[in-house]
């Protein structure tokens, strides 16, 4: 992510969330945001017209690869609501792509290791 934030770290948000959401406290019916939902980015371009800077933060970080909803909402210091709602702007746009979260045979979320370790490893940095 880009050093030029549309918020101060010291003093908090210059804008209030429901502001980047244009009040909206819920993604279009059309989507289903679960917190290890999976975004991907289907748009590789830069620059691209009508996306704010919020929804862009979230567009770079998910290039990096497929990434949980949880995840991007701590790396752009966002509340999981104003994700969720970005989000599902970016998939009507055709920019990112949210696939429901793997589920094991019992109909519980499947448990990824790799996601685990990494849940480990952020806890033991606090």
Known sequence: MTDDHWYEDETGPMVRPYTVTGGRTRPSDGH????????????AGTGLPGVDHAAAALLDLARCGPRPVVELAADVDLPLTVVRV???DLAEAGLVRIDEPRRSPDGGAAADPELLREIVERLREL
């Open 32 to 43: 289903v945001i679960d917190l290890m939902s999976q975004v991907t980015t289907l748009e």
């Open 86 to 88: 970005l989000l599902g």
